[in-house]
C-alpha cells in the first residue's frame, strides 16, 4: 500500500494578482567563492527578470487559506514535501500534508464551489480506485481547484456553494494512507487531471512567525543554457544579523517527472533576510546572494553548464 502519511484576512479568489517586482539587490558572478560586500536595495524595472536579476521579489499570488486552523497544526510536513520523494521511499508527492489526529476540522480555503465529495472508487481525480479515500474537491474562481485527500468525514455535497473557512469535513486515514493527516491539493486548469497540480506552498498565504511577521518564500529554478530544468540539491544559508544566522535549510528539486512549470524547486516559511543559495553540479560550485521579505516571493533562476 503507498504510502501518504505525515501523505491575513480571508477572501476567496478572485481575479489572480499580477507579479509586481519590488526591489533586486547587488549582482555576483554565477560562479563564485567571494562574499559580496552587504547589498543595498536598489529599485529595478519592472517587471522584474529573473534572467537577468539575481532575484526578483513579487507579490506571488499567496490567495488560499490554509485548511487547517492554528488551534490544530497547520503547518506543512516538511519531510515529504511537494514534488519529493521523501528520499525515494514514496511515489513522487503532488501535494502537502498537514499531520493532525482523526476528527481534526478541515476547513475550506477559498470560496468556491464543491466539484466532488465522496469516496475516491472511480479514480477520477487520482491514478487508481480508493487512492485518495474520503476526497472532496472544489472548484474556484480562474479554473483553480483544492483537494482534501484521506478524510475520516465530509460535511459538504457535490453542488454546494462554500465559504473561505467553512467547515467541509475532518481529517482522517481513509484511502492509501498510513497515519492520520490531511493531503491537501492546488490543481489549475482541468481538475481531473493528477498531473496539473501546482506547488500550495506557493498559494497559501504564508504563516507568521514568532515576532507576527509573515515568512517568505523562495522559488528555484535551475535550468541548462537550453532552458531545460535540471537535478540538484541546494542549501539555502541565512545571512542575516540575527540569532538563528547561518541557519542552513536542504532542499532538492523537484523530481523530473514532476517538473512541468517555471520553478522546480520551492521553500516556504522562511525568515526574512539576507540568504546565499548554493548547489555543486558537474564539478562546479554556483551562488547566489538572495534576499527574503516578509509575505513576499523571491524568484531566482540558477543557470548552469
Known amino acids: ?9 480571508a477572501h476567496g479568489v478572485g481575479a489572480l494578482p499580477q507579479a509586481t517586482a519590488v ?20 529599485p529595478t524595472q519592472i517587471p522584474c527578470d529573473p534572467f537577468a536579476a539575481d532575484f526578483c521579489i513579487t507579490d506571488g499570488h499567496f490567495i488560499l487559506q490554509r485548511p487547517i486552523r492554528s488551534t490544530a497544526n ?12 521523501a528520499d525515494g521511499s514514496r511515489e513522487p508527492h503532488h501535494g502537502v500534508e498537514f499531520l493532525n489526529k482523526f476528527g481534526t476540522p478541515v476547513y475550506a480555503a477559498a ?5 466532488f465529495a465522496g469516496p475516491d472508487v472511480e479514480a477520477i481525480y487520482s491514478p487508481r480506485i480508493n487512492f485518495y479515500g474520503n476526497l472532496i474537491v472544489i472548484k474556484h474562481d480562474n479554473d483553480l481547484f483544492t483537494l482534501y485527500a484521506h478524510l475520516s468525514a465530509i460535511d459538504v455535497q457535490q453542488g454546494d456553494g462554500v465559504t473561505v473557512g467553512e467547515k467541509i469535513g475532518e481529517v482522517g486515514q481513509s484511502g492509501a494512507a498510513t497515519g492520520s493527516h490531511l493531503h491537501f491539493e ?3 486548469g482541468n481538475g481531473q487531471d493528477y498531473f496539473s497540480t501546482q506547488n500550495p506552498e506557493l498559494w497559501l498565504v ?24 535540471q537535478d540538484a540539491e541546494l542549501t539555502l544559508e ?37 540568504y546565499r543559495i548554493a548547489l555543486k553540479l558537474n564539478g562546479h560550485l554556483y551562488e547566489r546572494w538572495v534576499e527574503v521579505q516578509s509575505g513576499q516571493l523571491t524568484q531566482v533562476v540558477i543557470v548552469v553548464k
Open 1 to 9: 500500500m503507498f504510502l501518504l502519511a505525515s501523505c491575513a484576512p
Open 23 to 42: 526591489s533586486v539587490v547587488y549582482s555576483t558572478p554565477t560562479e563564485s567563492v567571494v562574499m559580496p560586500p552587504s547589498p543595498t536595495a536598489a
Open 74 to 85: 497547520d503547518s506543512v510536513d516538511k519531510s515529504y514535501r511537494y514534488a519529493s520523494t
Open 111 to 115: 470560496d468556491g464551489v464543491v466539484a
Open 186 to 188: 492546488v490543481r489549475r
Open 206 to 229: 504564508p504563516e507568521m512567525d514568532n515576532n507576527n511577521k509573515q515568512y517568505g518564500v523562495v522559488t528555484i529554478s535551475v535550468m541548462d543554457e537550453g532552458s531545460r530544468l
Open 238 to 274: 541565512r545571512l542575516s544579523f540575527a540569532r538563528d544566522k547561518g541557519k542552513i535549510y536542504y532542499l532538492n528539486t523537484y523530481v523530473s517527472e514532476m517538473a512541468m512549470g517555471e520553478e522546480n524547486a520551492a521553500m516556504s516559511d522562511l525568515p526574512a533576510g539576507r
